[in-house]
């Protein structure tokens, strides 16, 4: 799912393009993507674009006349930036968007379509769709410990909980977590306030890192490369390959559609975390450090 870093670097280089540009149709080639009922897509055709900006991972494109374009691109939707009146791709075709400068078109890959459009009128109607979360890039310190407090659960979960902060998913907070040396299955109201500090600082620095990498990998071109896997990142997506701080292998948890990946030795003092699948099936025989672990020639050989 694009996240906070890919969300602002998408808002830029749509800002670039359709800002003052006129919205003239609105096509859809799912119906179930738009999620709202009034206005109508036909009521936002004429449209001037007048600011651009983002609601957690939704990009919102403020219309005249105080109307909204609210997308929601979920796991698998991607914009693409195409020659005006282009038409809507097959299979994955979602929408496309045509400006006076040209169109932009959503597509979702697979067989699940999650993306979302909400066409609303008003900020207060825009406000409803605000899961409420803190912004990272405007929040304080004492806002995110707070929010972070609120209840006791992993931080793993509550950084990905969109009702406490905004724009932070499952790539970006495994990379948070493994910059503040943290354990992502850390209980929230047992971190210290070192801890909490090191964690917010890690989120500012993890994000600008990225925010300013993906801007150079587009450069003036529109972002088409957007993934939640990159060969960059230290741990997401790395399981079983050598954390760059200190060699050891990234493992990971796996649970529901999900998993997380984490350095046992930099995160954990070299505890290895429990799979739900595949530690309870081998009970007993589940290594409880990275140390028994590689000792006992497992690491090349453990799939969830």
């Not at 060969?231 to 079983?240: L, P, R, T």
């Amino acid at each position: 799912m694009p996240e906070l870093p890919d969300i602002i670097v998408y808002r830029e280089a749509l800002e670039q393009r359709t800002l003052g540009a006129i919205l003239t149709s609105l096509r859809l080639g799912n119906p179930f993507l738009l999620r709202s009922v009034s206005p109508q897509p036909s009521e936002a055709a004429g449209r001037k674009v007048v600011g651009l900006r983002h609601l957690g991972k939704r990009i919102v494109f403020q219309l005249e006349g105080d109307m909204f374009l609210a997308l929601h691109l979920m796991i698998a939707g991607r914009l693409h930036w195409k020659p005006m009146g282009v038409k809507i791709p097959g299979k994955i075709g979602l929408a496309a968007f045509d400006f006076t400068s040209g169109t932009l078109t959503l597509t979702e890959a697979g067989t699940k379509k999650r993306a979302s459009l909400h066409l609303v009128a008003g900020e207060e109607n825009l406000r409803a769709l605000d899961r409420g979360g803190m912004d990272i890039e405007t929040g304080t310190e004492e806002e995110f410990t707070r929010r972070l407090t609120l209840e006791n659960h992993t931080v793993k979960r509550s950084l990905t909980d969109p009702r406490l902060f905004s724009g932070i998913g499952s790539a970006y907070s495994d990379e948070i977590l493994h910059r503040a040396k943290l354990s992502p299955l850390r209980l929230t109201r047992q971190m210290t306030n070192e801890e909490i500090g090191t964690l917010f600082l890690s989120i500012r620095e993890v994000f600008s890192e990225w925010t300013q990498r993906l801007r150079q990998e587009a450069g003036d071109a529109f972002p088409e490369h957007v993934t939640a896997f990159r060969k960059e990142m230290a741990v997401h997506g790395k399981f079983n390959r050598p954390c760059p701080v200190c060699g050891t292998m990234v493992q990971r948890i796996v649970y529901a559609q999900n998993e997380c990946n984490y350095c046992p030795r930099c995160q954990t003092d070299g505890k290895l975390l429990a799979d739900r699948a595949f530690s309870r099936l081998l009970k007993d025989d589940w290594p409880k450090s990275i140390d028994e672990l590689e000792a006992g020639g497992m690491v090349k050989g453990i799939e969830s």
